[in-house]
């Protein structure tokens, strides 16, 4: 399968997408057409690259009521905002600034109190640091918006009963990983974010908060009901007392929610985007999303410069748990430092992380093939459907590889104004 010969021809796109794509992904252009192409004010991007070429670049819909979807459009990836923050702390161990194996204390002593001195970096990377509830840093939605205030919390907080086995730290873990680089750098993870993964990788489409003035990502707000469901009486109620839950249902609810957090999506700008939240809040394009794994699909290397050392890519890869997730309903995520595969077939080889709602970047290092999957619909009803989307476009894209062969010549449509 490594020596696949690509064709150099393009498939005709359906009506509604805008972009290119190799001939031999065809069948999956089709299907992103009809899965994503007809939803009311919402659009949605997927790219493959391979060795750095860019096979498949394509987009359709529309946001912000009716603005189409471009190859710049960029959207809310959340969790999948986690896999880009991992990347920047590989990027401080290749440099010998930090050691997986340390204590996080030894870094950022702050984090040694109530009882934490010993918990290591890998054991945060791996969500197994006891620390994946909200509400014990956090009383109020106000206060998740104040990174450094979070930063400090957990630098004080004490672990809880599920120290040291994998328990999904849907929130903290952002906070956790910011706080440790900037005590080692001194410098905010949005800043890191630019410095350590989009400059080097001379990328504009990936971004911890609001693109920038001067940036060519252009934003699109979530569409849908978000999470309006669980605003109001009976939603809070509800919530309360999931909170209460015993096993995965509770540990889900107190690691991702708070009564009054669906205000912080909502509108064309929507607060998450003021502040630094490296586990939800990266606004990233596909193309983006695939850049910075095409670095983890190639051993490191991009343009044939060296951005990891190929000690740190065998690091990254290796699974550290294959444990149960007892915030995730019991599936084993396979973690690795920061990323996950998934013990389904074509996710068991590669690594990313899959983000609330389901956009989501991707390595599988095998091919040298990275994907980056973005779109802005966020709908309570939807959302398990759209949460298994790499189920289905990460096997489809693998059977079109697998059945790669020169097909006739064919032209690229623009998606329709």
Same mark, same amino acid.
């Given at each position: ?37 007809? $939803? ?130 849907? !929130? ?9 680089? $900037? ?17 080097? /990788? ?5 971004? /911890? ?46 690691? !991702? !929610? ?37 670095? /983890? ?18 690091? !990254? ?6 444990? /149960? ?51 802005? $619909? ?40």
């Amino acid at each position: 399968m490594s020596n696949v010969a690509w064709s150099g021809e393009f498939v005709d796109l359906p009506e509604g997408v805008g972009g290119s794509a190799s001939a031999e992904f065809a069948p999956l252009v089709r299907a992103f057409a009809r899965t994503f192409g007809h $939803r009311r004010g919402a659009g949605a991007a997927l790219a493959i690259h391979r060795h750095g070429e860019t096979l498949v670049d394509i987009w359709t819909g529309q946001h912000s009521g009716s603005v189409g979807w471009t190859g710049q459009t960029g959207t809310i990836v959340f969790s999948a905002t986690k896999g880009i923050t991992s990347t920047v702390m590989h990027r401080l161990a290749d440099r010998g600034m930090l050691d997986y194996s340390a204590p996080v204390a030894e870094y950022w002593p702050e984090f040694a109190a109530n009882g934490k001195g010993a918990i290591t970096v890998e054991q945060v990377m791996t969500h197994r640091a006891g620390l994946s509830s909200l509400g014990t840093v956090a009383s109020e939605v106000s206060e998740i918006l104040d990174h450094r205030l979070m930063e400090e919390r957990l630098a004080a907080a004490k672990p809880d009963r599920l120290f040291g086995v994998p328990t999904y730290h849907a !929130l903290t873990f952002g906070w956790l990983m910011a706080g440790l680089a $900037r005590a080692i750098t001194g410098r905010g993870m949005a800043e890191l974010f630019r410095t350590e993964v989009a400059e080097p /990788l001379g990328i504009d489409g990936v971004h /911890l908060g609001a693109p920038p003035p001067g940036s060519s990502t252009s934003f699109a707000p979530l569409a849908g009901n978000q999470l309006r469901l669980f605003g109001g009486p009976l939603g809070a109620r509800i919530l309360g007392r999931t909170f209460g839950f015993p096993g995965a249902p509770g540990a889900a609810a107190r690691a !991702l !929610l708070m009564p009054g957090v669906e205000a912080i999506l909502e509108g064309d700008a929507p607060p998450i985007l003021n502040t630094e939240l490296g586990a939800g809040n990266g606004v990233c394009t596909a193309h983006g999303l695939a850049s910075v794994y095409g670095a /983890l699909a190639n051993g490191g290397m991009v343009d044939g410069r060296r951005y990891l050392t190929a000690r740190t890519i065998a690091e !990254l890869r290796r699974i550290r748990s294959y444990q /149960l997730d007892h915030a995730l309903f019991y599936v084993p995520m396979l973690w690795h430092l920061g990323y996950h595969s998934l013990p389904v077939p074509y996710a068991h080889e590669g690594l990313g992380h899959i983000g609330l709602g389901g956009s989501f970047g991707w390595a599988e290092p095998r091919l040298g093939l990275s994907v980056g999957f973005v779109h802005n $619909r966020m709908s309570v009803p939807q959302m398990s459907v759209d949460q298994m989307s790499a189920l289905w476009l990460l096997p489809l894209m693998m059977n079109c590889v697998r059945g790669a062969k020169r097909t006739a010549p064919a032209v690229t449509r623009e998606a329709a104004a």
